[in-house]
């Protein structure tokens, strides 16, 4: 730090925290969506735990205390916690320091779990520190966590409990830096700029800065304030934290020290400290309310979730259960979380808002199988999951990798057979695509001469096996009786396929197909785009589909191969249709035919469970070699498929995670995409798994059987 | 003038006369060794089951080692003249392997034939211990092969040669296999599986990985523990994003590499990320975690 600076002028990186417009050419700014996926796997790696990610709207230098205050409010323990981390992050000028920023914060979140901050037990000794634990007499409080116990040995116990969070943090923040090195510049700069932010918090006590102050000893932010009375306190502080900091410190050892911080904690006088320049009107605008807000870091209460049923879970390890009472009793103490309105009765426990106390911050979530209730949306109570006479209805998972979880049973499939037009339109396409059908044809009757094998050891066969023969005549010399086995031949491996082809009929593929014009003067392209418009024959992208169909049904019928042809869109979770053209087992007819003139754009792309559903298709056949063919015209999207009705993210990697069940499967997925843009998230959507990128839409009824042709053979 | 490389600096042994001479290094993770003693004592086959680089093998030439040890003892006190440990015939099981490459064939010599055994002939009659590696690779025809070996039998049949051979005492029947990665089609026959008792390995715990590390690459504790940390968080990792985790032999080449002069961070990055994963996210997050725990 600058000596020459006064203290007030630092800290304030964080007033940059607005998103920039990302076409401004010197944005390194970082928004957490595009960060999420690998600081998730980063967090599981480092606790083996599955971290959930929320965007906090929480003052960023309180993140280093969302730890402690998902643990009062019971929503983190050993086996979970969530990652508060703001939606974008611009503080630094490089993209580099940024995300060191972003990987930084999370780190000392997750770290909590690391390094046992939850594991908290008031029996076990500690090892760096006198236990004076057991030489205090506090209030005989029976039936309460371990932490319950410990605060109940203080008598100004929200005192404690900061004395104990700046320990903690202390604790982990050491251990960060010894155990990921790494990390340690831009973690050491991470934390110097949240404490530096804090103290401008106007009406803040002096114990409390005591406090604050004193996790900040190891890197010297005692400098970064002139109070005189706060010179020894911290100078006695220090010896303690410089114990505290060692590899071995356990969170017991970060209880101990806590007893002797707030013991010189409470030689202070309860004195508030208001900085010149502050007015009650900046409390206001920065939202600061003083003390509770300060310790807890500001939390509203959609920032806290409680997850029900995950601390019902009988099978769950938890050092820390924390009942209705404890809380209640924690609440007592002061130690709690900003006050709530609204919270309505936790059913864990019976109790209602109206039985807590002011201080206790709940949140509750509808109950569900799932965590992710904020993602109902009022729509999806009338969505359908009653099946229509001629539909059947099938449920599937939905990937969450978020929460790195399925979302048990979240989709319902509404599979019908697709009703029917006229075969004038599968008739013309044959009549107009003569030349192409007769290319593809050849091609495919080229396949059997392909499916040749060598079969050896055979009575008779196109010629002899040299080894064999040599093998034999050996035999016969050591006076066994020859097989006759010499020969090999040719053989045509049966073709054992079952193929799928899922076509996108979303909304967008009524889309016009837009050609290419070469390049030309404004005036002459407007009359270039009018006559173009008023000369061609307008055809959308389920137009090029449909004709796809028709002559892949024709090219399969060839071979004799199993093939279905299944259409699907929808509309939200509880509404994803299903259309049969084809089914696998049926035989081509006039039908099909009547079939094909009806397909048609309709709403969302919700392709992982349309992608499941198939998979189901494709496993009750017997077939050796399986194929699933998904023809697309863009990105997966439907109606609330993640977290709102934009979550690209969620709506990928679930279609990643559908691809990937059905490899595992032993099922052979495609993607073929006519979205020029579709690389990009073809390429993290895909990854193994073979995909395609069409420029030029017309070529689709050519690449299509072909692709079949190469991935059957 | 720099010293030219011996044109011959390999050795050569006959499979059934392959002794391990020299201790190997092993760190024993919890009863194996008293289970493997008390099977070898019993005439029991084993089964090894555990993840690629893991130390299967390690432990099997530290047991051959051990075994051989006692049996040297054993004959000395017994004034046996010729004094031979026991060989470790190991055979790498692949999708092509015959019940003729194991067990023999006739060659032709001249204007006569000539039987030749194969290496689960040798290993049978010379009483050493046979070593089938990846034994799901190898044809379920060929598996069954072992059945009269794997029993109360202890014997091989010959058909060609119309003989029953009996295993020497000092004969045992080791299998191995990766239940991770092995697909369903290829697991191993219930009646070949229930011939066995199954030994289990996971990766070792941190300490126990960080003596390993260090013994083999010959670096300083703090770097063999860094990479054992390494290794402990690559494995936190789920089935999910990463089929295979890393295992204790690429964190030795890693260390190895290290000793070479590669910087940390790109030692773990050509050994411990790369090496296991082609997803690029999960590279990436594997590199934050590289990145994390060395400067």
Known sequence: MNSDQHPMDMGNIFDNFTVESRSDKNYHGIELSTVEPVLQIYCQALTGREILFKEGKTHLPYLRNTWWTQLIAGSADNDRITVFLPASFTGYTTYDENFAWYKSAATQQVCHIEFGSYDFCFEKEAQLFENLRYQIKGEEVEGTSDFGKYFSLFENRALAARAFVSMENARINYLVKHHYPGLKKSYTRMQEDALLALEITPGITLRNIFCILAEGIEFDAVSAIEIDSLYEPLRAASEIVVRLCHPSASVEDAAEAAIRIYRIARTLPENRVYIPGYSDEDRETTGYSGDLDEFSGNFKLDDIRLDIEQRNNPGRRTSVPLTAEELKKLADMKIGISDVSDADSLPSTGLSSADLPRGVNIYQFPQSKYSQIDRYHPDDINQPTVAEDDEKLFRYDEWDFRTRQYISEWCCVHEKVISEGNSYFFDSTLERRKSLLSEIKKQFEKLPAEMLYKAKNLEDGDEYDLDLVISELIDKKAGHTPTGKVYWKKQKIHRDVAVAFLLDMSGSTADLIKKNRPPMQYEESIKYDFMKFVMQQHRRIIDVEKETVVLLCSAIELLGDSYGIYGFSGHGHNNVQYLVIKDLNESFSEKIKRRVDQIAPIHGTRMGSAIRHTITKLDACGNSLKLLFLVSDGYPQDHMYGWDDDDKQYAINDTKMALIEATRRNIIPFCLTVDSSGTDYLRSMCQDIGYEVLDDIEALPERLPMLYKKLST | ?295
């Open chain 2, 1 to 295: 003038m720099p010293s030219r490389a011996k044109r011959h600096d390999f050795k050569s042994h006959i499979i059934e006369e392959y002794y391990i001479t020299e201790e190997p290094f092993y760190l024993p993770l919890k009863d194996e060794i008293a289970l493997f003693e008390a099977a070898y004592a019993e005439k029991i086959p084993v089964l090894l089951k555990g993840p690629t680089g893991c130390g299967k093998t390690r432990f099997l030439e530290y047991m051959t080692y051990r075994m051989s040890q006692k049996e040297l003892t054993k004959q000395e006190s017994d004034h046996h003249h010729n004094h031979t440990g026991i060989p470790l015939i190991t055979i790498a099981c692949h999708e092509d392997l015959t019940a003729s490459d194991l067990v023999g064939k006739y060659l032709l010599e001249g204007d006569t034939t000539r039987w030749v055994d194969g290496p689960l002939t040798r290993a049978v009659k010379s009483g050493g211990i046979c070593y089938l590696d990846e034994v799901v690779e190898a044809r379920k025809d060929t598996i069954v092969l072992i059945h009269p070996l794997a029993d109360h039998r202890r014997s091989l049949y010959i058909e060609k040669k119309g003989e029953v051979l009996e295993a020497s005492d000092r004969f045992m029947l080791v299998i191995s296999y990766n239940p991770g990665y092995q697909s369903i089609l290829k697991n191993l026959k219930h009646s070949t599986r229930q011939r066995f008792i199954a030994i289990e390995f996971t990766h070792p715990p941190r300490d126990v990985e960080t003596k390993i590390i260090q013994h083999e690459a010959g670096v300083s504790p703090e770097l063999a523990a860094r990479l054992a940390w390494l290794g402990e968080k690559i494995r936190n990792i789920k089935e999910q994003d990463l089929s295979e985790v890393i295992s204790t032999r690429l964190l030795i080449y890693a260390a190895r590499l290290v000793k070479e002069g590669i910087p940390a961070r790109r030692a773990c990055e050509v050994a411990a990320v790369w090496s296991i994963t082609d997803d690029q996210e999960v590279q990436k997050s594997l590199k934050e975690v590289v990145t994390a725990i060395f400067e």
